[in-house]
């Protein structure tokens, strides 16, 4: 199946919300990624109201949200739990309230020396409320691979996944992570299988985690891409952004994030008709 033709991108963290749903569609962007937006807006508050009817009126699609932290530390004591755990409920409400259909959510590993079966459990006793909160507001759960130890494979995923037990329970490929954890994209994509939720789609060098427009980089496209088709992805394909490096500047990132993927995407296309 061809992959679906709309692309979008993260709102970047020191943007002003409404202000960065803005400048995502005027650089040309099909959808947006809220990212770690619960930082800022809380559910049922104005804010919120605004960036819904912002989003609508700049003819934006809201394709996701990711937790409020970025972080893995969330499992360590019980003060720790509790609050992942009122925060991931209101995250979750917040995503179905700007009609996003999935949320983002990495695992935590800040249990020195468990095993992988006490992570997968302590993870999955973490997210249970938030997952079955998201059941009933319709709202995917989408498992992120990272690349800061325990939870940058597929088999910790899967683990917590098979946990969790729900239908709604998916996973989110990011390319980035991927390539900083020397994990190999395609087949991560692969094991995700019919399961994948989301797209997270960026370059770095390897060895930082440093957001870069496709075309710059070591992440190889076409075979990320063909992977995305195999599985029948239909979702938006997610950029991720950021500034990251001395010199960054939104506006430039913005355009060229979505010049280097459209690149890619042409290339890929041109490759696969060409066979």
């Known amino acids: 199946m061809p992959l679906n033709p709309q692309i979008g991108i993260?709102?970047?963290?020191?943007l002003d919300p409404l202000d960065g749903v803005r400048r995502i569609a005027s650089a040309g962007y099909d959808a947006v990624d809220y990212s770690a937006i619960g930082?800022?807006?809380?559910?049922?508050?104005?804010?919120?109201?605004?960036?819904?009817?912002?989003?609508?009126?700049?003819?934006?699609?809201?394709?996701?949200?990711?937790?409020?932290?970025?972080?893995?530390?969330?499992l360590g004591n019980a003060e720790a739990r509790q609050r992942f755990?009122?925060?991931?409920?209101?995250?979750?409400?917040?995503?179905?309230?700007?009609?996003?259909?999935?949320?983002?959510?990495?695992?935590?590993?800040?249990?020195?020396?468990?095993?992988?079966?006490r992570l997968a459990a302590a993870n999955a006793e973490a997210l249970a409320p938030a997952v079955q909160l998201a059941g009933d507001f319709g709202v995917g759960i989408a498992l992120e691979n990272h690349c800061h130890g325990w939870g940058d494979r597929f088999a910790h995923l899967a683990m917590v996944a098979d946990a969790l037990a729900a239908a709604h329970v998916g996973f989110c490929c990011d390319s980035g992570h991927a390539a900083v954890a020397g994990v190999d994209a395609p087949a991560l994509i692969a094991a995700m299988g019919p399961r994948l939720r989301l797209v997270h789609l960026h370059s770095n060098d390897g060895q930082r985690d440093s957001h870069r427009p496709a075309g710059e980089g070591v992440v190889a496209w076409p075979p990320l891409l063909?992977?995305?088709?195999r599985v029948d992805y239909t979702g938006t394909l997610l950029l991720e952004g950021g500034l990251h490096l001395p010199g960054d500047d939104v506006e430039t990132l913005l355009a060229a994030h979505l010049r280097g993927?459209?690149?890619?995407?042409?290339?890929?296309?041109?490759?696969?008709?060409?066979?």
């Open 39 to 74: 930082r800022l807006v809380t559910p049922g508050s104005p804010l919120a109201a605004a960036l819904r009817d912002r989003t609508a009126g700049s003819g934006l699609r809201p394709a996701a949200l990711h937790y409020r932290s970025f972080g893995f530390d969330f």
């Open 10 to 14: 993260n709102l970047f963290g020191r």
């Open 226 to 229: 063909a992977a995305l088709e």
């Open 85 to 117: 755990q009122a925060a991931s409920q209101e995250d979750v409400r917040l995503c179905a309230e700007l009609g996003a259909p999935a949320i983002a959510f990495h695992l935590g590993n800040d249990l020195p020396a468990a095993s992988d079966a």
């Open 261 to 275: 993927f459209r690149a890619a995407l042409a290339g890929f296309r041109c490759s696969v008709s060409g066979r």
